[in-house]
C-alpha cells in the first residue's frame, strides 16, 4: 500500500507566551490508503485538534501534514476551501444535515458544489444509497428518519465525491447502541468494499474496535498504538480496554 497521509512532529499550541496550553506535542505518523485508522485518548488529550489540524480547519504552530504530497499546512487560506472540498470528506457528530432538504438533496448538495452534470447526480446519488442501504429514504426529510439512517446519509454525502480521507468525529457520539453498531458496520463495509481510506476520532471503544490500528493519544502525545492483525474484534475490543485503563479511558460492551 502507498502512504496517503503522512504527519511530521507535528505541534498545536494556543495562547501567547505568557500563558501557552500546549495541545499537540511532536507527533509524527502515517497513514496507509485503504487503511481504517481510529484515533482514541481521553477528553483534552489532543484528538479532536489533532484531526482539525490534520482537515486545515485549524493552523499548525510547527510542523508538516502531507496529503499525498500535498504539504497541508503550506496551501494559502483562500485556497483551503477548495482544497477540502476537492480531497477530503467529513462525518460529523451532529450530522450537519439540511432539514429543509429531502436525504436526497442533502447528498445532492455535495454535487453541486462539485458542479456535477445534471445527468450524473441522479445515477451517482443512488449508486450510494444502495451502497448504504438508505435508498427507501430517499425522498424523506431528516427529521423523518432515524439518527443511524441520518449518519448514513451523512456518510454518503461525505462520499459521494470519492474523497481521499474521509475524517470521522465521534461519529456515534448522538446514536443509541443499536443505530451504533448499524453506522458501524456500514463505515466497515465501505472501508473494505470502497477501499476508503477512513480516520476516525472517537473515545468509544466499542467504535474503536472496528478500525483496523489505532493511535492513543495522552497530553498531546502519542502514547502507544494497537494493531488489529488477525484479532477478531472482540479480542481487539478487550486490548483497546487494557490500553485506557493505563491511560484513564472509558468503558463501553463489545457484541
Known amino acids: 500500500m502507498s502512504t496517503i497521509l503522512k504527519l511530521e512532529h507535528i505541534q498545536k499550541y494556543y495562547g501567547n507566551e505568557g500563558n501557552i496550553t500546549k495541545a499537540i506535542q511532536d507527533i509524527s505518523f502515517s497513514v496507509e490508503a485503504g487503511e481504517f485508522l481510529g484515533i482514541m485518548g481521553a477528553s483534552g488529550s489532543g484528538k479532536t485538534t489533532l484531526l482539525n489540524c490534520i482537515s486545515a480547519i485549524d493552523t499548525v504552530s510547527a510542523g508538516h501534514i502531507y496529503l499525498e504530497g500535498t504539504d497541508i499546512t503550506e496551501i494559502k487560506p483562500k485556497s483551503l476551501a ?7 470528506g467529513f462525518v460529523f457528530q451532529d450530522f450537519n444535515l439540511l432539514d429543509t432538504l429531502t436525504i436526497s438533496e442533502n447528498i445532492a448538495l455535495a454535487l453541486a458544489i462539485h458542479k456535477t452534470p445534471a445527468q450524473d447526480v441522479e445515477p451517482r446519488i443512488w449508486d450510494m444509497a444502495q451502497k448504504l442501504n438508505i435508498c427507501d429514504i430517499l425522498n424523506k426529510y431528516p427529521y423523518q428518519v432515524s439518527g443511524g439512517q441520518k449518519q448514513r446519509c451523512a456518510c454518503a454525502r461525505a462520499l459521494i465525491n470519492n474523497p481521499r480521507l474521509l475524517l470521522a468525529d465521534e461519529p456515534t457520539g448522538a446514536l443509541d447502541s443499536h443505530s451504533s453498531q448499524m453506522l458501524l458496520s456500514t463505515m466497515q463495509g465501505i472501508h473494505e468494499q470502497m477501499g476508503a481510506t477512513i480516520l476516525m476520532v472517537t473515545h468509544d471503544a466499542f467504535t474503536a474496535s472496528y478500525a483496523n490500528r ?42
Open 82 to 88: 477548495r482544497f477540502r472540498r476537492e480531497n477530503l
Open 214 to 255: 489505532i493511535l492513543f493519544l495522552r497530553d498531546g502525545e502519542i502514547f502507544t498504538e494497537l494493531c488489529k492483525g488477525h484479532d477478531s474484534r472482540s479480542a481487539f475490543f478487550n486490548k483497546i480496554l487494557n490500553v485506557l485503563t493505563m491511560i484513564g479511558g472509558g468503558q463501553s460492551h463489545v457484541c
